[in-house]
């Protein structure tokens, strides 16, 4: 599953600085295509023919030089970063370039692959965070889902106005020394609070390249319904930082967290807000948080965060808790559709901390799990994987790609293979109106946040394919991060029979009172669950009034 490519336009008459950037490029960890044009006019045409993601641009060309050159390009594309290639006798001009609109400058010979791949990725990532923080099709899905059980309940539209948008979003530029001790790297970090009114407010922080305002926004919106649609004492929260985890070394992972945390650490705490791994993290990345945490308070405060390691506070049963509860909703979803797991098959995509344990669940139940998928490929076997072997695979090889005992099949193969339960446990958007149609399974079980769009439920209604929504689907996670909250405030610990216990007797609760409504009002099964969350927070929300 490749990531995607950028397109680069380079603007360079001599042939020999072309020949060096290809080079460096070639030799960069981002996947990038290089167009190259000779003159001013050739790149302008490129760029109104085709679509790039950023301009390396020389400033002194056969048919233009100096500023005129950045101007052409702008008044072209408005939008596209530039970076300015330059000598070192015009160091003085690049500069003024940059003052006038271009990203960044960089002295052709003094490049290298790191400082161009940098260069690229910042710049880019400068243009996007002026552009379109907002502009996120996971935010809009959150939002087109809430109006819509919001118009079906009839909701007060002065609350259906406070609830459409956080109530606290945090953004933080913050610099952090790579390994190489001279370089500094500016990122973007977020923390929002979508809601106040039920207590503090919880949930993950992920490290990814494409985190911006309207992903997080979408994810504490959801966090809310599900804290509420399972009753527990928060509202939704999400944060992240917006960076590649796996281009850091350990040290500079640590370096990055402990000063995000110092950004945000005045408004998260174990009355405020607790966050708990998402992607990107784990429980290592949330005990430094921890630790960053109380070295500020002067005494250790294990409830700041949940999903830490056990030794420092966390919960028996919290890592695998997600894909758990995932697969008690299974259960429950088959009894009342008179479905027998035993024999069932199924299909998982995603085999991270969610889909693998979600496959290894079901696999404890009888079903035959006969497709698995991670980044790099989907594999298959009609007769049913041989888990224990998958994983001892992944264990030594680290991903799926070359498994030798099933086909390999790509994402959307997957998808549209029959089963029983299809479980999408990995990224957003992946079941859309293109391809609803093709899916072949009776049970849809969300694990990922997101993985249906709006018209792929209608075509799935119509298919009478029952689906267990993600606010419902995934909530186990936060559960048991809850249970882990609680013990700490307690000074506490539970065992793993009283933790699964719980999970189980709050996740069928939810489920029967969400089945309950989607049959009294007639309505689809995450519409239902919607409702009931935000049915609770407009309760609460009335109660509390307005102040003053």
């Not at 005494?299 to 049963?317: A, D, Q, W």
């Not at 697969?327 to 901390?353: R, S, W």
């Amino acid at each position: 599953m490749p990531e995607n490519t950028v397109e680069v336009l380079m603007i360079e008459d001599n042939p020999v600085h072309v020949q060096l950037i290809r080079h460096y490029m070639e030799s960069s960890r981002l996947t990038t295509r290089l167009h190259v044009a000779g003159t001013l006019r050739e790149g302008l045409d490129l760029i109104g023919e085709a679509s790039f993601d950023v301009v390396l641009l020389d400033l002194v060309l056969p048919d233009s030089a100096d500023l005129d050159t950045l101007h052409s390009v702008r008044e072209a594309a408005p939008d596209l970063p530039v970076i300015i290639l330059t000598g070192l006798d015009d160091v003085s001009l690049a500069a003024t370039a940059v003052e006038a609109g271009a990203q960044d400058y960089i002295v052709k010979t003094q490049a290298n692959t790191t400082l161009l791949s940098r260069s690229i990725h910042y710049a880019m990532e400068r243009v996007r965070a002026r552009s379109g923080e907002w502009d996120s099709a996971m935010f809009k899905l959150a939002q087109q889902q809430f109006l819509k059980a919001a118009q079906i309940m009839g909701l007060d539209e002065n609350i259906r106005e406070r609830l459409l948008f956080p109530q606290r979003t945090h953004i933080v530029t913050l610099p952090f020394r790579r390994d190489e001790y001279h370089l500094v790297e500016n990122v973007f970090g977020y923390r929002v609070q979508h809601l106040l009114t039920m207590g503090p407010t919880k949930g993950g922080i992920r490290y990814h390249e494409d985190v911006n305002l309207g992903e997080v926004s979408a994810l504490a919106m959801w966090m809310t319904w599900k804290c509420a649609l399972i009753n527990l004492p928060f509202g939704g929260a999400k944060g992240g930082v917006r960076i590649d985890p796996t281009d850091l070394s350990r040290r500079e992972l640590q370096r990055l967290t402990r000063r995000f945390t110092s950004e945000i650490i005045d408004i998260i705490g174990p009355d405020k807000d607790i966050p708990a791994p998402d992607m990107g993290t784990d429980e290592q990345v949330m005990a430094w948080i921890m630790d960053t945490y109380s070295q500020q308070a002067g005494y250790t405060v294990p409830g700041v965060v949940t999903g830490k390691p056990v030794v420092l506070g966390g919960s028996l049963g919290r890592r695998e808790a997600t894909g758990r509860g995932l697969v008690y909703l299974i259960e429950a979803a088959a009894q009342h559709m008179g479905m027998t797991l035993d024999g069932a098959t199924a299909v998982v995509q995603g085999f991270g901390n969610v889909g693998s344990n979600t496959a290894r669940f079901l696999d404890e139940d009888g079903v035959r799990v006969v497709a698995v998928s991670d980044v790099t490929t989907g594999i298959y076997n009609p007769k049913g994987l041989s888990l224990e072997d998958v994983f001892k695979y992944c264990e030594e090889n680290r991903f799926l790609s070359g498994y030798p005992e099933a086909d390999e099949v790509t994402n959307q193969e997957l998808l549209e293979l029959p089963c029983d339960i299809l479980a999408p446990a990995a990224l957003q958007n992946q079941i859309t109106g293109a391809n609803a149609d093709q899916l072949k399974c009776r049970l849809l079980a969300e694990g990922a946040n997101g993985p249906t769009t709006l018209d792929a439920d209608e075509i799935l209604g119509e298919k009478d394919v029952f689906i267990l929504p993600d606010v419902l689907g995934n909530a186990g996670g936060v559960t048991v991060s809850y249970f882990e909250w609680v013990q700490d405030t307690q000074n506490y610990t539970w065992t793993l029979e009283e933790i699964n216990s719980r999970l189980h007797t709050i996740l069928i609760d939810a489920f029967g009172r969400t089945v309950h409504r989607a049959s009294e009002d007639r309505i689809d099964m995450r519409t239902a669950a919607l409702i009931e969350g935000i049915s609770r927070v407009t309760q609460a929300k009335l109660l509390r009034g307005i102040f003053p």
